[in-house]
C-alpha cells in the first residue's frame, strides 16, 4: 500500500480526497470530495461501539460543516447518517440527497437516536459519570428535525447536476444493503479530463429476502470501497438447516420462541423468511408478534416502498403490496405489547432490540427466559460485554434491570443474514465493472480486513490485466487524488 501525497493547497483543477470517519474502523461514515471547488460530503455516521470510538463523535469532524456544497448520503443505518443532527449544529447547511425510502427511513431512524442521546445526557447526570455539568446530549430531537429539513430526494439512477463548470454531477444506484440503500457514482471534468469516483456506501448480498441484488459497479477511475467483511466469507448453511429441528420441537411442546432483532430491516426479513417456511409447510403455522413501535413505522415504510422484483408471489397473499397481510401482529403500543404477556402457547415472538441491549425485549426475556420449553433464537454477532452474548455463550442467568434472571430456556443462534457482502461478494462487485478501478481506497473495516481486500483486488485486477492501486486512509487523510491518476 502506498500513502497518499502532500496536498497542495488550494489547487481548483484537482480532485481530492479525505477521509473523517470509517477510516481503520467500521464506523463513523463520512468522506469529503473536494471536486476543484466544490466540496460534497459522501455520509455523516456516527462513530459506535467502544468508547474511545463514540468519543471522537464529540471532536471536531476535521473540516468545516459550513463550507459543505451538497452531501449524498448511501443510506440510513446510523453509522452512515447518526452524525448528521451533530454537524447541522456545528453549522452545515447543505442540500442533504438521499433515494426515496432512506427519506422516510432517516426521519425514524434520527429521531430514536436523538431520544438515545438525550437518554444518555440523563443517565450520566443522575449517575454523575460525566465531566460536563450539566451532562449535554450530542444533539436534541429539535436538531434532529432541523437536520431532516435538509434532506432531498433523488430517485435510483437519476442523475443530479452538482455544479456546472465541471460537470459535476452524481447519481444513486442500488446497492441490495438496505431499503433505500445506493452506492454512489459521481462524474466530473477537472484539469482537461473526466474523472469518475463510486463510493460503494455499503455493498449487500445477492438473493437476500427484501432486497434487490445490489447493481454492477460501473466503469469507474477510483472506488471507496467498504470492507467490513474483507477477509471474512458468510456460512452457507441455510436458514431452514439452522432451524428447523428447534424451532419444531419448541413449538411442539408449546414453547413460545423470543427473537431479539432490530426493528429496521432485520425484524422484516426475519419475518419474511419465517412466513415463507410456515407456507411452504417447513415450520408448523403458529402467530408472528412483532413487538416495537420502530419496527411497526419501518414495516409500513418497508410495504410502501418495496420494488415489486424483490418479493415473491407468495408475498403479496391477498393480492396487495403489504409485507405482512396473514398471521403476523403488530404491536405499537405499551398497551399492545402488554397484551403479549397474557398469550402462552406455540408463538413467535420479534422484538428490538437485538442485542438485548434495552428495549421491550428485555420484559419478553424475564418472563419467558426461566421457563425450559421456550426458546431465545439470537441473529447474527452479538457483541462482548451484552446479553445477547451472555445467552450465546449458555450462561446461568443475565442481570436484567437490577434483577438476575434465571436462564433454563433454550437457545440457539442463527448465521447468514448479515446484510453485507462478504469477501468474495466484494471482490465479484468489483469485477462486475467492465474493467477495475486505477485507484481503490479501503474503508469500514478493520484495519487488517482493509488492508487483506486491497491485496485481493489489486491480484484481481493483475488477472484482468490491469494495474490498479490501492490504499487504507487513515482517519483524517487527505489524498490528492489526481496526482496519483497522473502517477
Ligand atoms: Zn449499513
Redesign the pocket.
Known amino acids: 500500500m502506498r500513502r497518499g501525497r502532500e496536498v497542495i493547497p488550494n489547487v481548483s483543477e484537482s480532485l481530492r480526497l479525505s477521509f473523517h470517519g470509517a477510516a481503520g474502523t467500521v464506523t463513523g461514515s463520512r468522506h469529503l470530495v473536494h471536486a476543484g471547488k466544490t466540496r460534497v460530503l459522501l455520509d455523516a455516521g456516527l462513530f459506535q461501539g467502544l468508547k474511545k470510538l463514540r468519543l471522537k463523535n464529540w471532536e471536531s469532524p476535521g473540516f468545516e460543516p459550513s463550507m459543505v456544497h451538497h452531501m449524498l448520503l448511501s443510506?440510513t443505518?446510523i453509522?452512515?447518517v447518526g452524525y448528521l443532527p451533530r454537524l447541522v449544529k456545528l453549522g452545515l447547511d447543505a442540500p442533504v440527497y438521499c433515494t426515496p425510502a432512506a427519506y422516510e427511513l432517516a426521519e425514524l431512524m434520527l429521531l430514536d437516536s436523538a431520544k438515545i442521546q438525550e437518554e444518555d445526557a440523563r443517565h450520566a447526570n443522575r449517575k454523575g459519570y460525566s465531566k460536563h455539568h450539566p451532562a449535554l446530549p450530542l444533539y436534541t430531537a429539535a436538531d434532529a428535525r432541523r437536520a431532516l429539513e435538509l434532506r432531498r430526494v433523488l430517485r435510483y439512477n437519476q442523475w443530479l447536476d452538482l455544479e456546472p463548470e465541471t460537470k459535476l454531477r452524481a447519481r444513486f444506484l442500488n446497492s441490495g444493503?438496505?431499503l433505500g440503500s445506493a452506492f454512489i457514482e459521481m462524474r466530473m471534468e477537472l484539469g482537461g479530463r473526466e474523472i469518475c469516483l463510486v463510493f460503494s456506501g455499503?455493498i449487500g448480498r445477492h438473493d437476500m429476502p427484501l432486497h434487490l441484488d445490489p447493481r454492477p459497479l460501473p466503469k469507474c477511475d477510483v472506488l471507496i470501497i467498504e470492507s467490513t467483511y474483507g477477509t471474512k466469507l458468510h456460512p452457507t448453511t441455510p436458514i431452514i438447516d439452522q432451524i428447523r429441528v428447534p424451532f419444531k420441537e419448541t413449538l411442539d411442546q408449546g414453547g413460545t420462541i423470543l427473537i431479539p432483532a432490530f426493528a429496521v430491516g432485520r425484524s422484516q426479513q426475519i419475518t419474511l423468511v419465517l412466513r415463507r417456511l410456515m407456507k411452504t409447510g417447513q415450520l408448523p403455522e403458529v402467530p408472528i408478534h412483532i413487538d416495537s413501535p420502530m419496527a411497526f413505522k419501518a414495516t409500513r415504510i418497508y410495504s410502501r416502498f418495496l420494488d415489486p422484483r424483490n418479493i415473491d408471489a407468495d408475498v403479496y397473499e391477498d393480492g396487495r403490496l403489504k409485507l405482512f397481510p396473514e398471521n403476523v401482529r403488530l404491536h405499537r403500543t405499551t398497551a399492545e405489547s402488554m397484551e403479549l404477556n397474557k398469550l402462552s402457547g406455540p408463538r413467535i415472538l420479534i422484538s428490538s432490540s437485538g442485542m438485548l441491549s434495552g428495549g421491550r425485549v428485555l420484559h419478553h426475556l424475564k418472563r419467558l427466559a426461566p421457563d425450559p420449553r421456550n426458546m431465545v433464537m439470537l441473529v447474527g454477532y452479538q457483541a462482548e460485554g451484552t446479553r445477547g452474548r451472555a445467552i450465546a455463550e449458555g450462561r446461568d442467568t443475565v442481570k436484567v434491570h437490577g434483577q438476575h434472571i434465571k436462564l433454563r430456556c433454550r437457545n440457539v443462534q442463527i448465521h447468514g443474514l448479515s446484510?453485507h457482502a462478504d469477501r468474495q461478494g466484494l471482490l465479484d462487485w468489483v469485477a462486475s465493472a467492465p474493467e477495475p478501478p486505477k485507484i481503490a481506497f479501503m474503508v469500514h473495516g478493520r484495519p487488517d480486513r482493509a488492508e487483506a481486500l486491497g491485496a485481493a483486488l489489486q491480484e484481481q485486477a493483475r488477472r484482468a490485466q490491469h494495474s490498479m492501486q490501492t490504499f487504507v486512509p487513515e482517519f483524517g487523510q487527505e489524498f490528492d487524488v489526481s496526482a496519483l491518476l497522473d502517477g
Open positions: 443510506h443505518h453509522d452512515h444493503h438496505l455499503d446484510g
